[in-house]
């Protein structure tokens, strides 16, 4: 892929230089900038900034840093004035040039700054959402998140989105002193070490930052959450959400998310609802990132399967069976069910987690129950 530069500049010729670099070139406006500095907008492999003309750099530079620390800044000034250098250093930018600017100074320091691009890996995001209250959905999410930390530790967070009413904590057994709303609060500090210092490590093996006990007064704004997603994309190998189905911000920020999990029963109302969410969520972010789950299942259903799908207009990908009492035991013991793995229920989440991240399953471990498609295989043999 080739780099690309975008150029805040009223000096055509300076477009025109980097042009002659070879590389893509795009000019763009202050305001323009002021939109690339936030959190999850889309970033050049390098950014030029001409001040020639400035006194001060512009404040959107250090905002851009902080969010996208691995964007390359190219500073072309007047003269090496050491008020505006130190500034430079304090933000972050990377290199500088001066008036008059040469081809080959110009091609340097680009070829310096791709030299040094650190590529970004990011982990997958699962967002799980219950059709309706009652559904499963927390269970859902913590039995996925728990099998993934199983599967590989020391890499799954879970993210309780549900600010003031979540209850991943009580599944988990923990009692965190922060919460979602620190998270949130404090965007603009998010970094390993205050990261580490609000998530909990529970006995289950994965990280949780889960819901506050506080009351809330307000929502929280898109960007905000659409910032901690981001963040949690880049520090964890697999980020687990439990989101709230009635908390609209949340559901318009997921534009992180690897998979979109919606979480459905066989009761009329339940189905109904999701048949507007589904229509909503593949609109926004399209049907191919979009997976129907099913609880709690019952062959003896009046609503069945075939109803469910054609409902929503998607497949029902997985099913869990219906163990009420189980997965009752394990809330109320704050130990997730996959822990014990000796049951229809806790194989079933076990497979769907595996699948979610692409995990092959184990030598000698047999696919899961939940599987449909395992399950008509089964009935075929």
């Given at each position: 892929m080739s780099t690309v530069i975008k150029v805040v500049s009223s000096d055509p010729q300076l477009a025109q230089l980097l042009r002659e670099t070879g590389m893509p070139c795009v000019v763009i406006s202050n305001d323009a900038l002021m939109g690339l500095s936030q959190s999850g907008a889309p970033q050049p492999d390098v950014l030029v900034v001409d001040l020639r003309d400035e006194r001060q750099m512009p404040p959107a530079v250090a905002q851009l840093k902080r969010q996208?620390?691995?964007?390359?800044?190219?500073?072309?000034?007047?003269?090496?004035?050491?008020?505006?250098?130190?500034?430079?250093?304090?933000?972050?930018?990377n290199e500088c040039v001066t008036h008059p600017v040469a081809l080959s100074e110009l091609q340097a320091a680009v070829r310096r700054?791709?030299?040094?691009?650190?590529?970004?890996?990011?982990?997958?995001?699962?967002?799980?959402?219950?059709?309706?209250?009652?559904?499963?959905?927390?269970?859902?999410?913590?039995?996925?998140?728990?099998?993934?930390?199983?599967?590989?530790?020391?890499?799954?967070?879970?993210?309780?989105?549900?600010?003031?009413?979540?209850?991943a904590a009580v599944f988990l057994g923990?009692?965190?002193r922060f919460s979602v709303m620190d998270a949130l609060d404090n965007v603009q500090r998010l970094d390993a070490a205050f990261f580490s210092g609000i998530v909990v490590r529970s006995k289950a093996g994965l990280d949780l930052l889960g819901a506050s006990g506080r009351p809330v007064t307000g929502g929280f704004e898109a960007p905000r959450i659409r910032a901690l997603l981001e963040f949690a994309s880049l520090s964890h190998r697999y980020t687990v959400l439990d989101v709230p189905r009635s908390d609209t911000t949340a559901l318009d920020s997921l534009e992180a998310a690897t998979r979109i999990v919606l979480v459905v029963?066989?009761?009329?109302?339940?189905?109904?609802?999701?048949?507007?969410?589904a229509a909503t969520l593949k609109q926004r972010y399209g049907p191919n990132r979009l997976t129907i789950v099913l609880t709690r299942t019952d062959r003896r259903a009046e609503i069945g399967h075939e109803d469910v799908e054609r409902t929503l207009g998607l497949?029902?990908?997985?099913?869990?069976?219906?163990?009420?009492?189980?997965?009752?035991?394990?809330?109320?013991?704050?130990?997730?069910?996959?822990l014990e793995n000796n049951s229809e229920l806790s194989g079933a989440f076990s497979a769907f987690a595996r699948d979610l991240a692409g995990i092959p399953l184990a030598k000698g471990q047999k696919?899961?129950?939940?599987?449909?498609?395992?399950?008509?295989?089964?009935?075929?043999?």
């Open positions: 996208h620390p691995t964007t390359g800044v190219l500073l072309v000034i007047s003269q090496l004035d050491p008020a505006l250098m130190l500034e430079a250093m304090r933000a972050g930018v700054l791709v030299k040094n691009l650190v590529p970004v890996t990011r982990g997958e995001v699962f967002a799980i959402i219950g059709a309706k209250g009652g559904v499963g959905a927390t269970t859902v999410a913590v039995n996925v998140a728990t099998s993934l930390a199983k599967a590989a530790p020391d890499s799954t967070l879970l993210i309780d989105l549900n600010v003031a009413c979540g209850d923990t009692e965190p029963n066989q009761e009329l109302a339940t189905v109904r609802n999701a048949g507007r969410m497949d029902v990908k997985y099913t869990f069976p219906s163990d009420y009492r189980l997965a009752l035991q394990a809330m109320n013991k704050g130990r997730p069910l996959v696919p899961g129950t939940g599987s449909l498609f395992g399950r008509l295989a089964t009935k075929r043999a």
